[in-house]
């Protein structure tokens, strides 16, 4: 299911652009359809250091972001997503790189197999991103709002940052929650999509690839 979602996101990837991509187990499966296609694109911009590495591997070139003042569409997974596109990214701890090549992009194209599908965001563990010496600080501030922060050891991320996963949040008001995690000093990002939500959702089911716009 994640593969033919990611064979579906071919289909709204523009000849000769730049195409941003994600970062996980179903862009991975893009990454191996855009090899099929690398010539007819420009290049490509990685929203992790392990997506570069694959992309570079297939021979598409890997464009700096800050050189790239046009991307059409971002391609990329999701841990959780709703009928309206908010979305719960992180699980892989790409979320701050996944967060800036989307808000780039004109369209966000989400691809993911039908158990992300969900009512309401937070069964999974909302990952937040923070400078290592507010680790703490910010743990607190998380239990405050009520969750349930743990941090995820022996891992740092692409940034050279911690993550900690927040559970036993029932996310009714993502747009809100993103804005108020942003605000606690420390905190580099934190895995709510709703702000910049996917425009399209391609959803792997067992009927076929649905699309899904918000
Ligand atoms: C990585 C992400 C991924 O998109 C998310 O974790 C989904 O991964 P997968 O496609 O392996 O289920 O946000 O930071």
């Known amino acids: 299911m994640k593969q033919a979602a990611a064979r579906a996101a071919i289909a709204l990837v523009p000849e000769d652009s730049v195409v941003g991509v994600g970062t996980g187990s179903t862009a991975n499966y893009f990454i191996a359809e855009l090899g099929r296609i690398r010539n007819r694109l ?3 911009v990685a929203s992790s250091e392990a997506t570069a590495k694959q992309l570079k591997a297939l021979g598409i070139p890997v464009f700096d972001l800050n050189g790239v003042d046009d991307l059409a569409v971002y391609v990329d997974g999701a841990d959780e997503v709703t009928s309206h596109l908010a979305m719960i990214k992180g699980g ?6 996944e967060k800036i090549v989307a808000a780039v992009a004109r369209k966000f194209v989400c691809i993911a197999d039908q158990s992300k599908r969900v009512h309401v965001l937070g069964k999974f563990p909302l990952p937040v991103e923070v400078v290592p010496m507010a680790r703490s600080y910010v743990a607190r501030e998380l239990v405050k709002l009520g969750g349930t922060p ?11 940052n911690a993550i900690l996963d927040v559970h036993g949040l029932t996310i009714t008001a993502p747009a809100e929650l993103e804005e108020r995690l942003n605000q606690i000093v420390g905190v580099v990002t934190n895995g709510l999509f709703a702000r910049r939500a996917a425009d399209v959702l391609l959803l792997g089911t067992a009927q076929g690839v649905q699309t899904i716009t918000g």
Do not use: I, M, Q, Y
């Not at 743990?150 to 050279?160: A, Q, S």
């Open 42 to 44: 420009d290049g490509a």
């Open 150 to 160: 743990v941090w995820r050891k022996d891992f740092v991320t692409d940034n050279g």
């Open 92 to 97: 892989g701890g790409a979320l701050t790189r």
